[in-house]
């Protein structure tokens, strides 16, 4: 579902992405993990369309930038962004009409249901200023789910959420796979992720360093930290 083809973006003379290439199949979940610094965030940039990079992007064959591509990503930023003046539903219904979708009974029926999953039927007349962090971030998810995206990336997910909030995710993250969606995960605390990944590419200093499986190493923390730590790969310094 998504191709990454040696994706190269400096900013100045910083390398934040040397020659990237990966890939994220529908059906699994596949993690993008490094240390701060890597260049996680800088590719997803590049992957939602945002910053110009060389190299290649496919979304279901289909070049990153153009509109068919754009149909089948579901974007969640770092940072979640709302509309201070907007409601949650207002929201919502925003996004599907920026992607001419219809707002009909079938995608009320899914409104109700997004919010119900994210504990946030009570809140959906609430306005953007009036969220909390979480709450912002649960709007930043439903807003990605409302376009039944087949490419749903999220960057570090889990941070700024209470335990409660990252084990809910972390069941979201699993029945969007059961429905066949990529799920791309950027994260750079291996904990997050334990149990649940199927792909793994590890990044340093804008280089994927391995890329693994979980049906081949399943031990992902050794993993990582033999590469990030220098014992493996690399060389170090
Ligand atoms: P990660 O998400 O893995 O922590 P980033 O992709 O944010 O890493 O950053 C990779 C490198 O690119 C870092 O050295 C960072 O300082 C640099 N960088 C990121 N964004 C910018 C920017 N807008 N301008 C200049 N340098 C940037
Ligand atoms: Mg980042």
Not at 146 to 167: N, Q, R, S, Y
Request: glycine content about 8%.
């Amino acid at each position: 579902m998504l191709e990454v083809v040696k994706v190269i973006k400096k900013y100045g003379k910083t390398l934040a992405n040397d020659e990237v290439s990966l890939t994220a199949d529908a059906g699994k979940i596949t993690v993008m993990m490094g240390p701060n610094g890597a260049g996680k965030s800088t590719l997803i940039k590049a992957i939602a369309g945002l910053i110009r990079f060389e190299g290649e992007i496919l979304i279901g064959g289909h070049a990153n930038k153009s509109l068919p591509a754009k149909r089948l990503l579901g974007y969640i930023p770092e940072m979640p962004a709302v509309y201070d003046l907007l409601t949650v539903t207002e929201h919502l219904q925003f996004i599907r009409k920026a992607y001419r979708l219809p707002v009909d009974d079938a995608y009320q029926a899914r409104e109700t249901e997004l919010l119900e999953r994210f504990e946030m039927t009570e809140n959906k007349n609430k306005l953007g200023r009036e969220l909390s962090k979480g709450m912002q971030q649960k709007v930043s998810i439903m807003c990605a789910l409302a376009c039944d995206p087949k490419l749903i990336i999220f960057d570090e997910p889990m941070v700024g959420l209470d335990p409660h909030a990252i084990k809910e995710l972390k069941q979201m993250f699993a029945q969007l796979k059961q429905s066949g969606a990529a799920v791309f995960i950027s994260t750079h605390m291996i904990e997050s992720v334990e149990g649940i990944w199927d792909d793994a590419h590890i990044l340093m200093k804008g280089k994927v360093a391995a890329s693994i499986s979980s049906r081949d190493q399943a031990d992902l923390e050794s993993l990582f930290f033999a590469i990030t730590e220098g014992t493996k790969g690399g060389g170090g310094k």
